[in-house]
């Protein structure tokens, strides 16, 4: 599985910014597509997911403000980012959980800055 991220940038704290990631390869054994970020000296943590079965898994810190969706014709998960505080500031992966075998992909890491 290839996931080719896209989106991120600079916003001002209260903007707004997507992220797209598109899978490719063996996207049938994809069972779930998500974001997960990790800002400077912290570890990585989930952002949210949404399983193939339409299940769909926020971080708290996000509720409300995040909304993950996705195109099953594109292999393709947006996530929309509103009101975003400048600690939402993180490196955001990309990442598709398969199954048979049972492995964690994740795409390259796109830079999302929130300026207070």
């Known amino acids: 599985v290839q996931l080719q991220a896209s989106g991120g940038g600079l916003v001002q704290a209260g903007g707004s910014l997507r992220l797209s990631c598109a899978a490719s390869g063996s996207i049938r054994r994809i069972t779930i597509m998500g974001w997960h970020r990790q800002a400077p000296g912290k570890q990585r943590e989930l952002v949210a997911t949404?399983?193939?079965?339409?299940?769909?898994n926020n971080a708290d810190s996000v509720k409300d403000r995040f909304t993950i969706s996705a195109d099953n014709a594109k292999n393709t998960v947006t996530l929309q980012m509103n009101s975003l505080r400048p600690e939402d500031t993180a490196v955001y992966y990309c990442y598709a959980a398969t199954v048979m075998p049972r492995r964690d992909y994740w795409g390259r890491g796109t830079q999302v800055t929130v300026s207070s």
């Open positions: 949404i399983a193939t079965s339409g299940r769909i």
